[in-house]
C-alpha cells in the first residue's frame, strides 16, 4: 500500500519558497493586514509616541495592532501565547513580516493605549453605518458581567469586615488568656507570641480597608483591583465582576455602542442610547430592554431626547399587599385631564397638588397623593386597604412616561419579542464560543480599551460572514475608512431624519410587528 510522503527536512532547494505564497489569498489574515492599513491611524491617535532616533528602535503600532486582532480573531489572548505564536505561527510570521516581539511589549501595548482599540471600534462602526450594514431605527439593549481580576476573598463590605474582626478579636483575647494562665514551656511561649502577632498585624490589615471604605463613600471596596465589584452574575452566584453595557442593531446584529460599567442597569439606559443616537447619527431611535432597565426618571428622560422605548416592566411590588386583587393599583384610572382617579366603586381620588420628595436607595423622586372622602363609608373598604385614613393612591413624577413605555410593551409583544434574537446571542458568542468570560487587564479604563478589540472583532467576524472576504476585500480597497470622509459628513451635518412620531411606521414597514 503506498502513503503520501512529504519533503527531505535535511534537503536544500535551489528555488527557496516566498512566505507569501504560504498564504492562500483568500486568507483572513491577509483581509486583517488589509483592514488595518486601511485605518487612519494617526487620526486614531496610534502616533500619540513618536519614535526617537535615539536607543532600540519601537515596534510600529500598526504591526502591534494587527497581532491582536489576529489574536482576539483567533481566541489566542493573553500576552505570552501571543508571543508564541510569532515564533511558530507561519500566518504571523507572514503579517508581521518576521517580527518577533516579547510578551511585556505586547502586553504593554494593550495595558497602556486603551484608547487606541476604543477609536478603532467607533470608527469601524461608523464605516459600518456608511455602507448600510446597521439598522438605525430598532437597536436593543443589554448587559452582561465579566469576572474581574479580583478574588471574592480580596473583596470587602462592613458586614464582612466586621465579622472578620470579631475573630480577630476573639483570637487575640484566647491567645493572652493563654499566655497569662502560665505553666507554659518557652517553646509554647513563642509560638503563642507568633500567632498573638500575627492576628494583630491582620485587625490592622482590616482596620485600615474600613477606613479606605468610610473614605470612598462606597458599599464595598477591592484590593486588587479598585474598580471591580461584586455583582450576581446569576442565580445565586456572586463573583468580583464588571458590568458591560451593549447595545446592538436590528439589521444584522452588530455592536454599535459598549460601555464598561462596575454599577447595575438601572441607570444605563438614557446614556446608552444618546450614544446610539449619536454613533449612527439619527435623531430617533427605538430601544428594546429588558425589566432591569425599567427606570421612570430614564424613561421620562429618553421621551424627551426622542428615544421610543419598549422597556418590560416588572410585576408591581406586594410587600404591603391590598387585601384583594379587584383593587390593585392598576385597577384605578387615571384621568390626566383632571388630574384625578376613579377607584373600581366609580369614587374620585383626587390631589391636592402638593409634591413629596420618596428616597430610593440614593436617588429622590417627586410624588404627589391622591385620597377621597368617600373612604370613610365605603361598603368595601376591608378589601381595598388596612389604612385607617383610606386608601391612598402614589404617582410620580414619571407616571406617564412609564405609563406610555408600558402600554407600547403590551402593544407591541412581537417587536419586543425580538430583543433576545438581537442581543443575547452576543454574549453567548463571546463568552462560550470564544471564552471570554473574564477580563484581563485591571480598572474601568483599560477595560474600555479591551472590549474595544473584542468588539471590533466581533463586528469584523459578523462583517466576514455577512459579505464575505471577496466583497470585503473590495471594499477595503476602496479605502472607505478615510477619516476625511468621516469627518465632512459629520461637519455636513448629513444625518439620517427620524422623529419619534415616525418610528410607530417605520416599524411596520420594516416588518418588526
Given at each position: 500500500?503506498?502513503?503520501?510522503?512529504?519533503?527531505d527536512?535535511?534537503q536544500?532547494?535551489?528555488?527557496?519558497?516566498?512566505?507569501?505564497?504560504?498564504?492562500?489569498?483568500?486568507a483572513?489574515?491577509?483581509?486583517?493586514?488589509?483592514?488595518?492599513?486601511?485605518?487612519?491611524?494617526?487620526?486614531?491617535?496610534?502616533f500619540?509616541?513618536?519614535?526617537?532616533e535615539?536607543?532600540?528602535?519601537?515596534?510600529?503600532?500598526?504591526?502591534?495592532?494587527?497581532?491582536?486582532?489576529?489574536?482576539?480573531?483567533?481566541?489566542?489572548?493573553?500576552?505570552r501565547?501571543?508571543?508564541?505564536?510569532?515564533?511558530?505561527?507561519?500566518?504571523?510570521?507572514?503579517?508581521?513580516?518576521?517580527l518577533?516581539?516579547?510578551f511585556?511589549?505586547?502586553?504593554?501595548?494593550?495595558?497602556e493605549?486603551?484608547?487606541l482599540?476604543?477609536?478603532?471600534f467607533?470608527?469601524?462602526?461608523?464605516?459600518?453605518?456608511?455602507?448600510?450594514?446597521?439598522?438605525k431605527?430598532?437597536?436593543?439593549?443589554?448587559?452582561?458581567?465579566?469576572?474581574a481580576?479580583?478574588?471574592?476573598?480580596?473583596?470587602?463590605?462592613?458586614?464582612?469586615?466586621d465579622?472578620?474582626?470579631?475573630y480577630?478579636?476573639?483570637?487575640?483575647?484566647?491567645?493572652?488568656?493563654?499566655?497569662?494562665?502560665?505553666?507554659l514551656?518557652?517553646?509554647?511561649?513563642?509560638?503563642?507570641?507568633?500567632?498573638?502577632?500575627?492576628?494583630?498585624?491582620?485587625?490592622r490589615k482590616?482596620?485600615?480597608?474600613?477606613?479606605?471604605?468610610?473614605?470612598?463613600g462606597?458599599?464595598?471596596?477591592?484590593t486588587?483591583?479598585?474598580?471591580?465589584r461584586?455583582?450576581?452574575?446569576?442565580?445565586?452566584?456572586i463573583?468580583?465582576?464588571?458590568?458591560?453595557?451593549?447595545?446592538a442593531?436590528?439589521?444584522?446584529?452588530?455592536?454599535?455602542?459598549?460601555?464598561?460599567?462596575?454599577?447595575n442597569?438601572?441607570?444605563?439606559l438614557?446614556?446608552?442610547?444618546?450614544?446610539?443616537?449619536?454613533?449612527?447619527?439619527?435623531?430617533?431611535?427605538?430601544?428594546?430592554?429588558?425589566?432591569?432597565?425599567?427606570?421612570?426618571e430614564q424613561?421620562?428622560?429618553c421621551?424627551?431626547?426622542?428615544?421610543?422605548?419598549?422597556?418590560?416592566?416588572?410585576?408591581?411590588?406586594?410587600?404591603?399587599?391590598?387585601?384583594?386583587p379587584?383593587?390593585?393599583?392598576?385597577?384605578?384610572?387615571?384621568?390626566?385631564?383632571?388630574d384625578?382617579?376613579?377607584?373600581?366603586?366609580?369614587?374620585?381620588?383626587?390631589?391636592?397638588?402638593?409634591?413629596?420628595?420618596?428616597?430610593?436607595?440614593?436617588?429622590?423622586?417627586?410624588?404627589?397623593?391622591?385620597?377621597t372622602?368617600?373612604c370613610?363609608s365605603?361598603?368595601?373598604?376591608?378589601l381595598?386597604?388596612?389604612?385607617?385614613?383610606?386608601?391612598?393612591?402614589?404617582?410620580?413624577?414619571?407616571?406617564?412616561?412609564?405609563?406610555?413605555?408600558n402600554?407600547?410593551?403590551r402593544?407591541?409583544?412581537?417587536?419586543?419579542?425580538l430583543?433576545?434574537?438581537?442581543?443575547?446571542?452576543?454574549?453567548?458568542?463571546?463568552?462560550?464560543?470564544?471564552?471570554?468570560?473574564?477580563?484581563?487587564l485591571?480598572?474601568?479604563?483599560?477595560?474600555?480599551?479591551?472590549?474595544?478589540?473584542?468588539?471590533?472583532?466581533?463586528?469584523?467576524?459578523?462583517v466576514?460572514?455577512?459579505?464575505?472576504?471577496?466583497?470585503?476585500?473590495?471594499?477595503?480597497?476602496?479605502?472607505l475608512?478615510?477619516?476625511f470622509?468621516?469627518?465632512?459628513?459629520?461637519?455636513?451635518?448629513?444625518?439620517q431624519?427620524?422623529?419619534?412620531?415616525?418610528l410607530v411606521?417605520?416599524?411596520?414597514?420594516?416588518?418588526?410587528?
Amino acid at each position: 500500500m503506498k502513503y503520501l510522503t512529504g519533503f527531505d527536512r535535511r534537503q536544500a532547494t535551489l528555488f527557496p519558497t516566498c512566505i507569501d505564497d504560504l498564504i492562500p489569498e483568500d486568507a483572513e489574515v491577509r483581509i486583517i493586514d488589509l483592514f488595518v492599513d486601511a485605518l487612519p491611524l494617526r487620526e486614531l491617535g496610534f502616533f500619540e509616541k513618536e519614535p526617537t532616533e535615539e536607543g532600540r528602535p519601537m515596534y510600529h503600532p500598526a504591526d502591534l495592532f494587527k497581532l491582536y486582532v489576529y489574536g482576539y480573531l483567533n481566541r489566542i489572548r493573553t500576552s505570552r501565547l501571543l508571543e508564541r505564536e510569532c515564533q511558530r505561527n507561519i500566518e504571523l510570521l507572514w503579517l508581521l513580516k518576521g517580527l518577533q516581539p516579547c510578551f511585556r511589549t505586547i502586553a504593554g501595548f494593550r495595558s497602556e493605549n486603551p484608547k487606541l482599540f476604543r477609536n478603532a471600534f467607533t470608527h469601524f462602526v461608523r464605516q459600518l453605518n456608511r455602507k448600510g450594514l446597521t439598522g438605525k431605527t430598532l437597536v436593543a439593549l443589554d448587559s452582561s458581567k465579566f469576572r474581574a481580576v479580583n478574588s471574592k476573598k480580596n473583596n470587602y463590605n462592613q458586614k464582612k469586615i466586621d465579622r472578620q474582626l470579631e475573630y480577630i478579636d476573639t483570637r487575640i483575647q484566647s491567645y493572652i488568656d493563654e499566655l497569662n494562665a502560665g505553666d507554659l514551656d518557652e517553646a509554647r511561649q513563642e509560638a503563642i507570641g507568633e500567632k498573638l502577632k500575627k492576628q494583630k498585624a491582620q485587625r490592622r490589615k482590616y482596620k485600615r480597608i474600613e477606613k479606605q471604605l468610610a473614605e470612598t463613600g462606597q458599599d464595598q471596596v477591592s484590593t486588587t483591583d479598585p474598580d471591580a465589584r461584586s455583582m450576581i452574575l446569576h442565580g445565586s452566584v456572586i463573583e468580583v465582576a464588571y458590568n458591560v453595557q451593549t447595545v446592538a442593531d436590528s439589521a444584522n446584529k452588530l455592536v454599535l455602542e459598549y460601555e464598561v460599567t462596575n454599577q447595575n442597569d438601572r441607570k444605563a439606559l438614557l446614556p446608552m442610547s444618546q450614544k446610539t443616537k449619536s454613533i449612527c447619527a439619527t435623531e430617533a431611535i427605538a430601544v428594546l430592554a429588558d425589566k432591569g432597565y425599567h427606570n421612570g426618571e430614564q424613561l421620562a428622560a429618553c421621551a424627551q431626547e426622542d428615544i421610543y422605548t419598549i422597556v418590560a416592566y416588572p410585576e408591581v411590588p406586594r410587600s404591603h399587599p391590598v387585601p384583594t386583587p379587584e383593587f390593585y393599583g392598576d385597577r384605578f384610572r387615571y384621568n390626566p385631564k383632571k388630574d384625578q382617579y376613579k377607584c373600581p366603586q366609580g369614587h374620585i381620588l383626587k390631589t391636592t397638588g402638593q409634591w413629596y420628595n420618596k428616597k430610593y436607595e440614593k436617588s429622590v423622586t417627586r410624588v404627589k397623593h391622591y385620597k377621597t372622602m368617600a373612604c370613610g363609608s365605603c361598603e368595601v373598604r376591608s378589601l381595598c386597604t388596612h389604612n385607617p385614613n383610606g386608601r391612598v393612591i402614589e404617582r410620580t413624577e414619571h407616571a406617564g412616561a412609564v405609563e406610555r413605555n408600558n402600554r407600547r410593551v403590551r402593544e407591541n409583544t412581537s417587536v419586543y419579542s425580538l430583543r433576545q434574537q438581537i442581543i443575547e446571542h452576543i454574549f453567548g458568542t463571546i463568552k462560550r464560543q470564544w471564552g471570554y468570560d473574564h477580563i484581563l487587564l485591571k480598572g474601568l479604563r483599560k477595560n474600555e480599551g479591551e472590549f474595544g478589540l473584542i468588539y471590533l472583532v466581533y463586528n469584523f467576524r459578523r462583517v466576514i460572514n455577512i459579505l464575505g472576504l471577496p466583497k470585503l476585500k473590495k471594499w477595503l480597497r476602496k479605502l472607505l475608512f478615510s477619516i476625511f470622509t468621516d469627518r465632512a459628513l459629520h461637519n455636513a451635518g448629513q444625518y439620517q431624519k427620524y422623529s419619534v412620531w415616525q418610528l410607530v411606521p417605520v416599524v411596520v414597514r420594516e416588518g418588526w410587528c
